[in-house]
């Protein structure tokens, strides 16, 4: 029952990820800002869902965090943007992109990590 809920919570987070750059961001800009912004939200909430207890099942909590939020962000789609930008020579703008990738990442993982009462989650 485990891979129906997965399955669908990821179908969720695949839409919200493409509504989310359809919609916020323009997709004819150089810079990738959709995935960013994306892995990044994604990066906190993931964090933040598996450091804290939460009244939910495991079940539920693996089908957000695997299915909803496995689904929306995407490190291939971040690799392909870099790829893109390396191949048009926008060296500095893939560098850009990388480095805010990573940094913000890791210190929106920190801030789910820490964030808000219930701190007592597992890895």
Known sequence: MIYIFIAVAGFIGA?????????LFRPDTIFPFATLFINIVGSFLLSWLTFHTLPMSAQLKKAIGTGVLGSFTTFSTLSAETVSLLEREFYAVAFLYISLSFAGGTIAAIAGSKAGPGKGGEV
Do not use: D, K, M, P
């Open 15 to 23: 839409v919200l990820r493409y509504i989310t750059g359809e919609v």
